[in-house]
């Protein structure tokens, strides 16, 4: 069972700059490596939503059209960590920010992290 931790989450002014990471564990049968990985949001009274993909190696990368530009996913293989930086933010950035790790079709989530980006 894989374990997801999200941290990095607060309140930020827009235009402003946060960093989110995901922390992974729990891996018996295969490696953080062996896992697409995504991040997810979901805004007050909205669906949750794709934000951002990185592929198993991080070697391709995959936006919302509403984040391109802004936001930029990575990982990191060794410390098994995914990252977020999420610059130039907009009141619609706010959400809970969600880590999804994905094998086989089967995915697992976080708990999440409350991003607000308030005035």
């Known amino acids: 069972q894989v374990h997801l931790v999200e941290s990095g989450g607060g309140v930020v002014q827009p235009g402003g700059s946060l960093g989110l990471s995901c922390a992974a564990s729990g891996f018996t049968d295969f490696t953080f490596s062996s896992y697409a990985m995504n991040w997810y949001r979901q805004g007050p009274g909205r669906e949750r939503e794709f934000v951002a993909a990185?592929?198993?190696?991080?070697?391709?990368?995959l936006y919302a059209d509403s984040v391109k530009g802004r936001f930029t996913i990575s990982r990191d293989n060794v410390k098994n960590m995914m990252y977020l930086q999420m610059n130039s933010l907009k009141l619609e950035d706010t959400g809970v920010y969600y880590c999804?790790?994905?094998?086989?079709?089967?995915?697992?989530w976080g708990q999440g992290t409350q991003v607000t980006v308030s005035s």
């Open positions: 999804n790790a994905v094998r086989d079709s089967k995915g697992s």
């Open positions: 990185i592929t198993r190696a991080g070697d391709s990368t």
